[in-house]
C-alpha cells in the first residue's frame, strides 16, 4: 500500500463566455485567498484557471457560486483509501475462514429473514453441501411499511451464530441503527449495511470504528462513485476490510425490482482495490432470472455472488418470489464453478 | 378524523394461463391456511382469485413465490394514518407559532449549514424581513465525503435557537442518527429527516416518538409511495405532525442536481391528507431555476417553500451554488406573494 | 441576431496521473494533426492540455480513444443556432395570427386524435370559448401496440383545417414519417415532431426544409441539451420556426405516465432563445393533476400550454384518462389568466 | 407455431372505495355497449370487475377515463406474434449462411462508420480470423449534432457488400429513413434499427415488408415490453427475421454511457421467442468495460454478441472510446469461446 499522496486536487475553473475582467480578477482573488495557485489561459473566447492546491481548502461548489464562472471541474477523484491509486493490487477480505477477492469467490447464500431454527437449519445444510462458504440471514429487517414482519432480533442473531458455527460457515446479517453495532457485533462475522442505509453516514463511521469486515450494498440511486465515497467513510474510520455489493437501482423498468448494473464490477475494478460482490436477488426481484445473472456476474469478475435461498419460498416472511430452491441453488453452483474455471476463480 | 376501517385489504392473484388444476387447488388451500376467503373466477383462459381479509396475515410476497401465480396484484394503498380516506380534510402543522397546510405557507429560508453566529444573524435579519417564518439551518451534515465538512454539531444547534428567538422564528434543523434525537428535540421546533435517510426507519421511529413536527424529505429513488410510507412510520408511533418535502429525485439529466418532480405536489394532495413543500434549492443545485421553480411551486398548490439563502454563497460552505442572495430571495418573495393570492394561500 | 462566431471549440484534455512523455508527446501530435494549437499545462500530478480550433476538425470521441488519455473535457455547447448566445433576445415563431414567446402564450388544446367532424367541431367550440389560440389534433398516431387505432390519415387533416378555420384557430398535429411532410403541410400551420422521434434526424431536415413552424417535443430519455441539438437539426436547414415542448420523461415513478421536469423551463431559457410549452397531459397521463401542473408551467415562464381536451374521455379513441373535459378546461383557463397577469404574460 | 388463440384479453377494472351504485351501473352500461361480459365482484370495501371479450373492442383508457374508476389492470401481454406463448420453441433467424437463436451465437463485429475500403477491409480481415460471423458498420449514421460526420451513404453500402462478400460475412447496417430501406435491402443482409429509431413506426413496417432479417435496438428509454411491442410491428407486417439487440437505457449513473439492462436477457426469453442479443460497445461506452459484458453476456444466455471494432480507434470519425482495437477483440474470442461452450452455445 502506498504512502498518501493525493493531497493535491486539480480543478479547472471555466469562466463564462462574457465575463468581465472585473470578474475573472474576483475569481482570481478568491483562489488566492484559499491560498491556492491559479494557472490562468486566456483563450480568444473564454478564460478557463487551473487551480491545484490542497484539497482540504478547496470548495468547488463555493467557487461555482460566483458570478462569471460557468462551471468548476474537479479532475481527481473524491476517494483516496478506496482507489486503485492507493492500492495497486486487489485487496482480499477475510471473514472468518473464507478469503474474498483477489481470485477467492464469496458464496453467501441464506434465508432473507431468520424465522426459525429449524428453517434456518434446513437452509445451512442444503447451501453448504451445494458450495456456499458464507451464511445470511436478517435478524433485523428494514421493511417499506410498520407494519411489515420486523425480524427476529438478538433472537434471530443468536440462532444465525449457532447454525452457521454448526456448518462451519461465516455468518452476515443487517445492522440497521448505529446503537445496534455492539450486539451484532458480538454474534456476526460480517456487518451487511443496506442500500437504503448506504448514506447513513452516522453508522458507516460505527462500523467504521469496528474491525469486523462490512459488505457494504450500492444505494438504490447511488453512482459507482457515490459507493465508493460510503466505502472511504467506512475505510476512513480504520477498519479497511470492505466488501463492496452492486444489488441494483432504481430505474422505469417495471418487469424487475430493480436494474442490476453489471458493469458496476469492471468499472469499481478500475477505481478501486476492493472487492465487489453481486446480488442477482435483489437486483431483478424475479426467482427465473437469477440462475443466469448469476452466471454473468462471475464472468464479469465480480468476487462472489449473494442469493436468498429459502426451504419454501411461498411461505417465507419476507421476499418470497426473489429466493431460490435448495435444489435449484445447488444447480446453480455447478455451472457457477465452471464460469469460475474459465476466469480464474475459485471458492 | 376517521375509525381505522381499512383492516381489509384486498388483492387479485391472476395465474398462469397454463396453471394445473393442482396448482390452483394449491393456491386455493394456502389462501385458506392463512385464514383468508378466496373468490374464484374461472376465466376462458386463466384463472383469477380475488383475496379479501385481515391484512396482517397477508404477505403478497409470499402468495406470488407460489409455482403457478403470474402475478399478486394488491389493490388498496399500503397505508393508512397518511391517507386520505383516513383524514379527508387536510391537516395543518403546528410549527412554533406557525401553521402549515390547509391554506398556510410555511416560508423556510435560511443557510444550508450554520457556519457562525455573524453570518446566520445576518441572513435571519434578510429573510424574516423579506417575508420568511421559519429559519433553517444545519448542525449536522451529511456530506457525501468524510473529508468535508461536517457541521458545528450543538453549539450550531444553540446559535440556531438563539437566532431563531430573537428573530422570532420558530427553526428547523437535521438529525441524522437516532442518538441525536435527545439533542436536537433540545433545540429545535421541528426535525428535519434528510432525503438520504428517509429509509432510515430507526430514525423515523425515534422522532415518531417525540411530540415535535417533522419535515420528512423524499429520497433520491423514492416514489411518492415510498415516501408516504415512511411518514407512515412517524405517524404511526403517534405523532401525527408530519410535513412531506419534495426535493427532487435522481435522473438522467445531467444539467441540474436533482429532477423536481412537481406534479408529486397533486399526486401526494390526492393519496394523503398531510401537507406537502417544496425544496427547489436542492432539486435544482442552480441558483438561477430557484425562483421560477419556487413561484411553480406555490402555483401548483404546495404548502410552502423551502429555499436555501446566504449572504456570501461563494464562501457558504457547503452547497453555495445552490444558494439564493437575500436580496434575490426578497424579490421573489414579492412575486410568491402574488401566486399565493391567486391559488388562495397565505403566509 | 448576431453573426455566427462560435466556430472555435475550446476542449480540454485531462491525461492519466502515470501518462508517459511519449503518450502526452503523441496524443500533443495527433492534436496537431488536426490542425490545431495545443496548450500544455504541466502540473505535479497531471498534464492538462487545453486545444483552441476549427471545431469541424475536432473529434473529442477520437482524442479520448488514444492511450493515456483520462477525460476530453468539450467546454463549450453543441449547439449554436439555438443558442442564447446566437439571440439574446426571446425569438417569437408565429403560427397563423398567433405570436409564441416573448411573452405570448400558446394555449394549444384539442383532442388526442381526430375521430369526426362532430366530435372535434364540439371541442373546437368550447376550447375557443374558453380561450384556447391554437388547435391540436392528431391524424397519424404512433401507437406502442400496430393493433390500436392508427388515425384517420388525410380525412382527419381535412377535418382538423376545416374546423379550424371555422372556429378562427391555426392547427397543429403531429408528423410522424419524411414522406408525409408534404401532406401534412398542405393541410397544417404547425408540424408537431412527436417524443418518440425527437432524433429522428431525417423527419428533422424535412421539415426543416419547409417553412411552417414546428412544435418539437422532448424525447422520453432526452436531455435538456439534447432538445436543443434536435432543434438545431431544424435550424440548420433555414426554418427558425421552432417551439420547444416538455412533456415529461421516464423515471422509476409509477403513480404518473411521465416525469414532468419544469425546470426545463427556466433551464431551456438560459440556454437558448427559442420559445418552450409545456404538455401537463402527456407529463402526467392523469387527468387530476394537468390544473395544478398547467398553473405551475405558466408561474414557471413557460410560453404556453399544451392541452388534451376531448368532450367524452371514455368514448376517446385514446388517451382518455389524460383529457380534460370542456368545463373543467374554461375553469382552468380562468386561473391560467391570473398567473399569467402575475408573470407578465398574455394570450 | 400455434394458432392466434389470444383473441381474448382479461381486464379488471377496480372501483373507487367511495363509487356509488350510479357510477358501477355506468361502467357495467359501458362494458356492455364494448360487446363484452362483466364479471362483478362486489367487496366489502369495493368493487372489482372483471371483463373477458374481443381485445379489439378494449379500450382501457377509456375505461379509465370514467368517473369512479381507480384502476383499469390488463391482465395479459399486448403483444401475441413476438410472444413465447405463440412458439413454444425458440426462433432461429438466418442472416447469409448465418443463424441465430437456439444455441447459435451471432458475433458481430466492425467499425461504427464505414470511413473507407481500406480500413474496413483491414478490421474485417482481422475480426474474420478471430471468430466473428457477421460484419457491421454504418453507411447512415444518426449523429445528435448536425454537424457531425453523417456517413458515406450508398458509396459506404458499396464498400460493406464488397468486402463482407470478400471475407464470407454477411453485412449489417443502419437504416434509418423509410425511404432508404430499398437501397439498403440491395446490399445489406441485415437491417439495424437503431435505439433512437425503435418507435419509428413507418420505419418498423416499412422494414416488416421486407424478407430480410432485422436488428431491432432497444430504445434509451424503452422497457422490455416496449422492445417487444416494436418487434410486432416487423411481425404484424409478416417478417418474421427479427433479432433483439439489448444496448443499454439512460440512467443517472454518469461514469458509463448508458446501463446495460443484461437482466432483459432472460427476462426476453421468457416472455418471447426471438433470439436477443447484447452490445457492450454502446451499453457501457467505454473500452475497458467492453470484454467483461460480453462474457457476462454470453453466460447469461445472449444469442450473441455485437462489438465494435477498428484498427485506430483514435482516428475513428465516430465513437472512437467504444471500440476494441483487433488484437484486444481476438483475445477476448478465446474466453468467449470458453464461456460459450459452459452454456452449451457455439458459433
Known sequence: MGVLTLRLT????????????????????????????PHVSQGEHRTIIGVIGDETKLHPQSLQAI?????????????K???????????????GKVKIGAGYLAMIAGPCAIESREVLEEIAAAIKKAGANILRGGAFKPRT???????????????LREVGDKHDMPVVTEVM?????PLVEKYADMFQIGARNMQNFDLLKEVGQTRKAVLLKRGMAATVKDLLMSAEYVLSEGNSAVVLCERGVRSFEESTRNMLDLAAVPNVK????????????????????????????????????HIEVHSCPEKALSDGPQALLPN????????????ADVVGKSY
Open 67 to 79: 458570478v462569471g464562472v460557468e462551471q468548476v471541474l474537479p479532475i481527481m477523484k473524491p476517494f
Open 145 to 159: 411499511s410498520p407494519y411489515a414482519f420486523q425480524g427476529m432480533g438478538e433472537e434471530g442473531l443468536r440462532i
Open 328 to 339: 435449484a441453488y445447488a444447480e446453480l453452483m455447478l455451472q457457477v464453478r465452471k464460469i
Open 81 to 95: 483509501l478506496a482507489s486503485r491509486e492507493w492500492n495497486k493490487s486487489d485487496s482480499i477480505v477475510q471473514v
Open 177 to 181: 441503527d448505529p446503537r445496534q453495532v
Open 10 to 37: 486539480p480543478m479547472i475553473i471555466v469562466l463564462k463566455p462574457n465575463a468581465t475582467q472585473q470578474e475573472i480578477d474576483h475569481v482570481l482573488d478568491r483562489v488566492r485567498e484559499l491560498g491556492l495557485k
Open 270 to 305: 478500475g477505481l478501486s482495490h476492493l472487492p465487489i460482490i453481486v446480488d442477482p436477488s435483489h437486483a431483478t426481484g424475479r426467482r427465473d432470472l437469477i440462475p443466469s445473472m448469476a452466471l454473468a456476474s462471475v464472468a464479469s469478475g465480480a468476487d462472489g455472488v
